[in-house]
């Protein structure tokens, strides 16, 4: 069992523009193409021609954005963290030193 293949969109839509001067059947030779792939790319292009082919990529994209932004908070989370612990680490300090200053004095 082979995997299967992806095709890009420039690839679908010169498939699609040439269905207007030659026959299915030569195309899908030429290009060892299935003739119901050809006509759903043909279907899909004529019902919405600029986001045709778009396909799971755009999902992608969205997932990797929503990736990229879970990352962000993810660090910025544990910046706070930190800062909140430095900043717990401070106040201690703070406060002995003050003890310190208060039994020398």
Request: hydrophobic fraction near 30%; proline fraction near 2%; charge should be positive.
């Amino acid at each position: 069992m082979g995997s299967r293949r992806i095709f890009t969109r420039d690839f679908k839509r010169k498939i699609v523009d040439e269905l207007g001067f030659r026959p299915v059947e030569e195309i899908c030779r030429e290009y060892e193409v299935h003739k119901q792939l050809v006509h759903r790319w043909k279907r899909e292009f004529e019902v919405n021609p600029k986001e045709a082919f778009s396909g799971n990529g755009k999902i992608w994209k969205e997932e990797s954005i929503v990736a990229k932004y879970e990352r962000k908070i993810g660090q910025q989370a544990m910046e706070i963290d930190l800062l909140k612990k430095n900043i717990e680490r401070l106040s201690r300090l703070k406060e002995e030193e003050m003890r310190k200053r208060r039994f020398t004095e």
